[in-house]
Antibody, heavy 117, light 106 residues
Framework: EVRLVESGGGLIQPGGSLRLSCAAS????????MSWVRQAPGKGLEWVCIIYNDGRTYYADSVRGRFTISRDNSRNTLYLQMNGLRVDDTAVYYCGRVGHGYTIDSWGQGTRVTVSS | EIVMTQSPASLSVSPGEKATLSCRASQSVSSNLAWYQQKPGQAPRLLIYIASTRATGIPARFSGSGSGTEFTLTISSLQSEDFATYYC????????FGGGTKVEIK
């Protein structure tokens, strides 16, 4: 059974940095595509970034240059380094395994990030 | 950017009735379309991909149809556990989601 557990969220001031983690079990983060998707309070979903099994990474325009997706194969953990945080980055951040095409077939429970002064 | 528009924004349905949810893409996405269900406080769950293929463990009362720019999710006979918000997502280009349809109990 696939299990994804996010951590690292919290309250941060605008301009600050935060690193989210996603500990995986039941799959190998190095062997599959993994993504981060976020959901602002009371809003819809936004695909943030993806990392391929070969290490290539891609980002939404809204976060490119500020966010970095990475993984630690030895820890079987996915990360999202978020720099230059803005108020509109406030959201629940979900990690997920990418299934067919760019769909998410396994989701974590999410971690909440609040950017506010 | 491909913009996904869902309608209606909310839908009131009685248990046992059929629900029909619509999703429109601003340009053709072929069959690169998925549907998700999300309940309050939970992560989304994948229901349908390639427009009409049910994900593992999804009951047969959920069906998807359409291609190009017009898509439909049908729930044939609503059960109590089906009251939730449903999102469509295209993956023809950089993935984007619709705004959601909330299915409420009538």
């Amino acid at each position: 059974e696939v299990r994804l557990v996010e951590s690292g969220g919290g309250l941060i001031q605008p301009g600050g940095s935060l690193r989210l983690s996603c500990a995986a079990s039941g799959l190998s983060v190095s062997s599959t595509y993994m993504s981060w998707v976020r959901q602002a309070p009371g809003k819809g979903l936004e695909w943030v970034c993806i990392i391929y099994n070969d290490g290539r990474t891609y980002y939404a325009d809204s976060v490119r240059g500020r966010f970095t997706i990475s993984r630690d194969n030895s820890r079987n953990t996915l990360y999202l380094q978020m720099n230059g945080l803005r108020v509109d980055d406030t959201a629940v951040y979900y990690c997920g395994r990418v299934g067919h095409g760019y769909t998410i077939d396994s989701w974590g429970q999410g971690t909440r990030v609040t950017v506010s002064s | 950017e491909i913009v996904m528009t869902q309608s209606p924004a909310s839908l009131s349905v009685s248990p046992g009735e059929k629900a029909t949810l619509s999703c429109r893409a601003s340009q053709s996405v072929s069959s690169n379309l998925a549907w998700y269900q999300q309940k309050p406080g939970q992560a989304p769950r994948l229901l349908i991909y390639i427009a009409s293929t049910r994900a593992t463990g999804i009951p047969a009362r959920f069906s998807g149809s359409g291609s190009g720019t017009e898509f439909t999710l049908t729930i044939s006979s609503l059960q109590s556990e089906d009251f939730a918000t449903y999102y469509c997502q295209q993956y023809m280009r950089w993935p984007s989601f619709g705004g959601g349809t909330k299915v409420e109990i009538k």
